[in-house]
Every structure is written in structure tokens, then in C-alpha cells.
């Protein structure tokens, strides 16, 4: 049965634990009366316990990892960066509207500690949390395990065309509609990562690079719906 063993357990639950947060609050959003923040802004609340859940159940399971820095840590470096520009070339270079709707850290203060809780949980979330996960979950298990159900058997960056597939799509289905170009790009481009390394820890790092200098150009922009 799927999901029996520890190592299925730590590469899967904690990805499907961070979607079942945002899905509980999705719900709470639409089915309980409006009135309060925690009903009409969700994100609020659901993204911070996303990364309390998601930094639990990675700590939990950290040994079935073995994650360590990486010897491609230039070339994983580079990907992120060039990964950021795919994310940004619409607003910035080729006149596309601003998204500024989405979590804005001044929500329930402008200033004070409300203000640096509000930022730090999120780029906590951004640039730990949702790398790790992520990776562990779409490098780490599904690019393995659509070439072998016994996908420890897989060395990290073996390829297929059915298991890059499928990543990539799925990566790409888990973003917003408007972010699916640079989705399904950036999702080749991590896999990349992985065939060019055979490291699960670039790929975690090429993650990070990439969303912490995407926090970084929110935050100068004002576009939050990036984030």
C-alpha cells in the first residue's frame, strides 16, 4: 500500500500536508461568514501554518534526506537566478500590469513587530520551507518514482521523458493560471538541476536562490501577488 513505508511517508507528507493547510483555509473562505480577517484574508493565518506543519514534518523526517551542500552549488546558483528572471520578465521588461494584490506584510501594521512577524514568517515560508518541500517532493520523489515504484531504487537525476513530463506539468498545475508560463519553465529548469548535479540539494538551493530574490523584488515592487 502506498504510503506504508518511511521513506514514502517523509518525501510525500509533508507536500500534502502543506496543500491540506491551504485547502482547509480555501473552504473556511468560502464557507464561513465574512467579517473577520481570518475568514476574508485567509493567507494570513493558512501561510504561517504552513510553516509550522511543513517545518515539522521536514524536521521529523530530516534523515531520510541525507541533504548536505552541494558540490553543483554554482551551477545551482545560476539556474535560480536565471529561474527569477522567467518569473519577472513580463513586469519588468515587457510592459505586462503589476500584481499587486496578493500577501501584503503591512496587513496588520505598516510598522512595529506586527510588520517584521508578518515579513519574517513569510520569507521563512518562501525561502526554506516551501524549497525544501517542494523539492523533496517533485525532484526528490516524483522524477524518481515515475521511472520505478521503488523510487529510492532511482539515483537523484535519472531521466526519463515521462517522468520529466509529469513533474513539469505538475509543478506548473500547482501554480496559479497566471504564473503557468514561467512555471512550466522554471519546473524544466529545476529538473535540469537535477540531471546536470544528480543532487536533491541543488535543487533545494536552486529553489531557495530563486524565491528569496523573487521576495527580495516584491518587496522593492509592491507586487504581491508574486508571492
Known amino acids: 500500500m502506498f504510503g506504508a513505508t518511511l521513506n514514502e511517508k517523509a518525501y510525500v507528507g509533508p507536500f500534502f500536508a502543506f496543500l491540506a493547510v491551504m485547502l482547509f483555509g480555501e473552504i473556511a473562505g468560502h464557507l464561513l461568514p465574512h467579517g473577520s480577517w481570518m475568514v476574508d484574508e485567509p493567507r494570513y493565518w493558512v501561510f504561517p501554518v504552513q510553516t509550522v506543519v511543513g517545518g515539522w514534518l521536514l524536521a521529523r523526517y530530516w534523515r ?10 554554482w551551477f545551482a546558483i545560476l539556474i535560480g537566478v536565471v529561474a527569477l528572471i522567467l518569473w519577472i520578465a513580463p513586469q519588468q521588461w515587457l510592459g505586462a500590469d503589476p ?3 496578493g500577501f501584503e506584510p503591512h496587513f496588520f501594521r505598516a510598522v512595529g513587530w506586527p510588520y517584521w512577524a508578518n515579513v519574517t514568517t513569510r ?23 515515475f521511472i520505478d515504484d521503488d523510487f529510492t531504487s532511482v539515483p537523484i537525476g535519472a531521466f526519463s521523458w515521462k517522468s520529466f513530463g509529469i513533474t513539469v506539468g505538475g509543478f ?48 522593492r515592487t509592491g507586487q504581491w501577488g508574486f508571492w
Open 172 to 219: 506548473c498545475l500547482e501554480h496559479s493560471f497566471a504564473d503557468w508560463p514561467a512555471a512550466i519553465l522554471t519546473g524544466a529548469l529545476f529538473n535540469l538541476v537535477a540531471y546536470r548535479t544528480r543532487s536533491l540539494s541543488a535543487c533545494v538551493l536552486t529553489h531557495a536562490v530563486t524565491n528569496l530574490l523573487l521576495g527580495l523584488w516584491v518587496m
Open 99 to 101: 500584481r499587486r494584490v
Open 123 to 145: 520569507f521563512l515560508r518562501l525561502v526554506i520551507i516551501v524549497p525544501l518541500l517542494e523539492e523533496i517532493f517533485w525532484r526528490g520523489f516524483m522524477l524518481r518514482y
Open 64 to 73: 531520510c534526506y541525507a541533504l548536505r551542500w552541494p558540490v553543483g552549488a
